[in-house]
DNA sequence: GCAAGTTAGTTTAGATATAAATTATCGAGG
DNA sequence: CCTCGATAATTTATATCTAAACTAACTTGC
């Protein structure tokens, strides 16, 4: 059987009437971001007997259009590099992307979605965009924008100040 | 040298005008724990030498007072017993973390800080409270305080629709 | 041109995660 | 009591992830 984690006691639960908010509204971040994600990824495994980051590398791949290289994967998935040539490689065997040289520099390389790898992901997104309207159908839509924006901000304050060495 | 991914393309950059707010506050709440996860990360390995699991279980045990279960921290923490087992089995081994027989049920076993995890997280604590001030020191009060409140409207939608099978 | 530093990707070693199977104990109903 | 389904933790197999070392190719400044 499977564990029902979304009514558990998470790392809110012994959070302390006086804890600051900027604590706070971390903790309750990684809440909302591990449960979702629990959600997703349970979801994508029975659904289509895949993985989270297999699903959003095929979904970078499928919007940046003609193919990304291993750094730009990187960056945009934000894990290391090793971590990408993994999971390309694992892809690759499945015959879902492919590496391509690159035009002007031989160190890269261009991953593609193959016809395979675009077919698969096209049947997945849109039952994958239903969970996640589903998660987020107690909200109203005036709230998802202010969330929306406050993230923004949140985002914004990070990289000014948290990249700052 | 450490790659700076505070100022590179992330998750969102591809997205398109017309994608759902749904998915987009989605992937926005992603790169927020992403970016703020990937720095303390780095800044606990560097000033403790420590892993953020590990530093998220110690913060649960303190904040627990006289310990958890296996289960207990597994749920808090949102992750598998597995997991648990090996965590709490790397920090029994550096002597922060040790069980205890539970009381009534002999299939549970409590976890409890040592005096020498006690003092090692009591180090750790403040500064970490500090890193995570500093990344949002570019919001202001207001703004956290909705935006905690706009996260726990999230949180509920999820555990409601979500969780739901 | 070409040495020196940088960058792209891979490899390696080890830590962290899941899912599924297993073991031991519990708790309820007969 | 005592069997049977449920629960707590661990084990196993495998996938994901990091950090650091490495290789190859690029770029800059002379």
Do not use: Y
């Not at 291993?70 to 999971?87: A, D, H, K, Q, Y």
């Amino acid at each position: 059987m499977r564990e029902n984690l979304a009514r558990l006691p998470d790392r809110e639960s012994a959070s302390h009437r006086d804890d600051k908010i900027e604590l706070k509204v971390w903790l309750r971040l990684l809440t909302c971001t591990s449960l979702i994600e629990a959600e997703v990824r349970s979801r994508l495994r029975s659904s289509f007997d895949t993985t989270l980051p297999r699903f959003d590398l095929l979904a970078q791949l499928d919007r940046a259009g003609d193919g990304l290289t291993m750094g730009e994967l990187g960056s945009r998935l934000m894990v290391t590099g090793g971590n990408i040539t993994g999971l390309v490689d694992a892809l690759a065997a499945e015959g879902l992307v492919e590496r391509a040289p690159h035009a002007r520099d031989r160190r890269s390389r261009v991953i593609r979605l193959t016809a395979k790898g675009r077919r698969a992901f096209a049947k997945m997104a849109p039952v994958h965009e239903r969970w996640i309207d589903a998660m987020m159908a107690g909200m109203g839509r005036a709230e998802m924008t202010e969330l929306l924006r406050l993230l923004g901000r949140l985002k914004d304050s990070v990289r000014q100040t948290g990249g700052a060495r």
